[in-house]
């Protein structure tokens, strides 16, 4: 079974940038869709972005798309999702996913999730 954890959140300035990353054992993110979501207080998680392992091929929400990029080191075993350019309506915790099946931007096609690490954007 595949296990999950997510590093590099934090405090940010609005403008600023982060890398998360996305930690896997027990399976290579070489040959597994991993997905990024996000949510913040109150609010249904919210897909990130995605890399397909075949392609390989990212796709990205609307609300990240042209800030941020997902790349994978396959020597680590990690896959990072570089934020630019960030607001405060970035806030929330991000969480990275193994996907299983379905539609690529639904929380539901996932079944491994991590832990979540915490971005706080300050205005």
């Known amino acids: 079974q595949v296990q999950l954890v997510e590093s590099g959140g934090g405090l940010v300035q609005a403008g600023g940038s982060l890398r998360l990353s996305c930690t896997a054992s027990?399976?290579?993110?070489?040959?597994?869709?991993i997905g990024w979501f996000r949510q913040a207080p109150g609010k249904e998680r919210e897909f990130v972005a995605v890399?397909?392992?075949?392609?390989?091929?990212?796709y990205y929400g609307d609300s990240v798309k042209g800030r941020c990029t997902m790349s994978r080191d396959n020597a680590k075993n990690t896959v990072y999702l570089q934020m630019n350019s960030l607001q405060v309506e970035d806030t929330a915790v991000y969480y990275c996913?193994?996907?299983?099946?379905?539609?690529?931007?639904?929380?539901?096609?996932?079944?491994?999730w991590g832990q979540g690490t915490q971005v706080t954007v300050s205005s």
């Open positions: 027990g399976r290579t993110v070489s040959r597994t869709n």
């Open positions: 890399l397909v392992w075949s392609s390989p091929t990212t």
């Open positions: 996913a193994a996907y299983s099946s379905g539609h690529y931007y639904r929380s539901s096609a996932y079944n491994v």
